[in-house]
């Protein structure tokens, strides 16, 4: 058993050095290790359970602005992906993209964003996590995560045994705040910034982007950023004017 671990090590490492893309817009350097046809399969897979156990609005005002906006941001994102933009019955304010262009949005997060412009910075930054292949990009952490955690664990079985559980619980915990979170941190900035230049692109007014992310953050309390996977409200909010500032002077 312990041969078979050492060699899908060993094969995963030969992946990692051959697997490097570019993200776009921002052009930062990613590993990704699964297919784009496997990641396809697995959003496809999890938008058709979604929207079976969800309701979904349909034919209304909201839910055709919904469909508008998404559709003309993904024109300008220019990737060819079979799009599709839902509106879901949920209290929660919160929007979501999966693998391959499939975005839904719940109703909870239109009593934040007031106007078109403010949805388009919720639509267009779902749209960057999907250009952006952040889902492919988190399997593929997690995979090397897991891959170290079996060597250690074959390293520490033949040395010094009796420190495995003391190993894992260690390295569970640094995995998750010293990598994981802090990935998943990069990841929602990147798709701020992503995002900021497709509205940009398809004509929104920037400065409604940091309005809706002022209203996302009325009435709560700023989280510990070093405990979360996303950025906090005064992070955001400056480095999302610092991006606006910069499309300014370029024009």
């Given at each position: 058993m312990r041969i078979k671990q050492i060699v899908s090590i060993?094969?995963?490492?030969?992946?990692?050095?051959?697997?490097?893309?570019?993200?776009?817009?921002t052009n930062r350097s990613q590993m990704i290790l699964i297919s784009d046809e496997k990641e396809l399969a697995l959003g496809e897979q999890s938008y058709e359970k979604t929207l079976k156990e969800s309701k979904v609005i349909k034919n209304t005002k909201d839910s055709n602005r919904v469909k508008e906006i998404g559709k003309?941001?993904?024109?300008?994102?220019?990737?060819?992906?079979?799009?599709?933009?839902?509106?879901?019955?949920?209290?929660?304010?919160?929007?979501?993209?999966?693998?391959?262009?499939?975005?839904?949005?719940?109703?909870?997060?239109?009593?934040?964003?007031?106007?078109?412009?403010?949805l388009a910075t919720v639509i267009s930054h779902e749209i960057a996590h999907a250009l952006a292949r952040h889902g492919a990009e988190r399997i593929s952490t997690n995979m090397v995560s897991q891959g170290i955690q079996i060597l250690?664990?074959?390293?520490?079985?033949?040395?010094?045994?009796?420190?495995?559980?003391?190993?894992?619980?260690?390295?569970?915990?640094?995995?998750?705040?010293?990598?994981?979170?802090?990935?998943?941190?990069?990841?929602?900035?990147?798709?701020?910034?992503?995002?900021?230049?497709?509205?940009?692109?398809?004509?929104?007014?920037?400065?409604?982007?940091?309005?809706?992310?002022?209203?996302?953050?009325?009435?709560?309390?700023?989280?510990?950023?070093?405990?979360?996977t996303h950025p906090s409200s005064k992070t955001r909010i400056t480095k999302i004017k610092n991006i606006i500032k910069n499309i300014k002077i370029k024009k």
């Open positions: 060993l094969f995963l490492a030969l992946l990692i050095v051959g697997c490097t893309s570019k993200t776009p817009y003309k941001i993904a024109k300008v994102a220019n990737k060819n992906y079979d799009w599709e933009f839902n509106l879901i019955e949920n209290k929660a304010k919160n929007a979501f993209c999966l693998p391959g262009g499939k975005v839904v949005v719940y109703t909870g997060i239109l009593e934040v964003a007031k106007n078109d412009d403010q250690g664990n074959i390293a520490i079985a033949s040395q010094a045994p009796e420190y495995t559980k003391s190993f894992n619980i260690a390295y569970g915990l640094g995995s998750q705040y010293g990598v994981l979170m802090p990935y998943g941190r990069m990841q929602e900035n990147e798709a701020d910034e992503i995002g900021i230049y497709l509205m940009h692109k398809a004509g929104y007014d920037l400065n409604e982007a940091v309005k809706f992310w002022e209203n996302m953050n009325e009435g709560k309390k700023d989280t510990i950023e070093f405990l979360s």
